[in-house]
T-cell receptor, first 114, second 113 residues
């Protein structure tokens, strides 16, 4: 299994540009989440999904959209990039079935907005 | 909204000493409390977790305690080693695993040889 994969690894955008961060998992997990990590602020939840077709907002959802059309994929869309969105973005997946609760993180995408 | 506070933000210990990191959560419905370790440039990885029906859990040199009444939980690392140096995050959620997990701000642990 590849686990949780994210693309791209690095991205530089100009203010106002839009882009999609890709996240995929091959573990058939129900739950998927997007976090941003900024120095001194830990991991902040942007959006999460409890299954295909179901998404909800986390702590810092403004400026981001998500969709979950399949169990495997959970893309994060930046509608109009702003310098405040410069961060490292992690996608994660987990599953409660069978008593497994571990949240598995992808390798991250480092995004810089100029 | 839900909040998790973590202290200290930085912790420096001598190799072989113990390290304790403390967290407080605000959502009384939280019932799952994982701890993650993140090495520089790497992704967070789960090191131990505890559910609300358990007061303490131990795995070799790592232990976690939970006080649901006070909404406190703590990570204890004994006999620290240089490879324990990393950032540690506590988290809380209402469901298991990733269901709307809220993280603390992290503790940077330095273990001096």
């Amino acid at each position: 299994n590849a686990g949780v994969t994210q693309t791209p690894k690095f991205q530089v955008l100009k203010t106002g540009q839009s882009m999609t961060l890709q996240c995929a998992q091959d573990m058939n997990h129900e739950y998927m989440s997007w976090y941003r990590q900024d120095p001194g602020m830990g991991l902040r939840l942007i959006h999460y999904s409890v299954g295909a077709g179901i998404t909800d907002q986390g702590e810092v959802p403004n400026g981001y959209n998500v969709s979950r059309s399949t169990t495997e994929d959970f893309p994060l869309r930046l509608l109009s990039a702003a310098p405040s969105q410069t961060s490292v973005y992690f996608c994660a997946s987990s599953d409660e079935r069978g008593g497994r609760d571990t949240q598995y993180f992808g390798p991250g995408t480092r995004l810089t907005v100029l | 909204g839900e909040n998790v506070e973590q202290h200290p933000s930085t912790l420096s210990v001598q190799e072989g000493d113990s390290a304790v990191i403390k967290c407080t959560y605000s959502d009384s419905a939280s019932n799952y409390f994982p701890w993650y370790k993140q090495e520089l440039g790497k992704r967070p990885q789960l090191i131990i977790d505890i559910r609300s029906n358990v007061g303490e859990k131990k795995d070799q040199r790592i232990a976690v305690t939970l006080n649901k009444t006070a909404k406190h939980f703590s990570l204890h690392i004994t006999e620290t080693q240089p490879e324990d140096s990393a950032v540690y995050f506590c988290a809380a959620s209402r469901g298991g695993g990733g269901f709307k997990t809220i993280f603390g701000a992290g503790t940077r642990l330095f273990v001096k040889a």
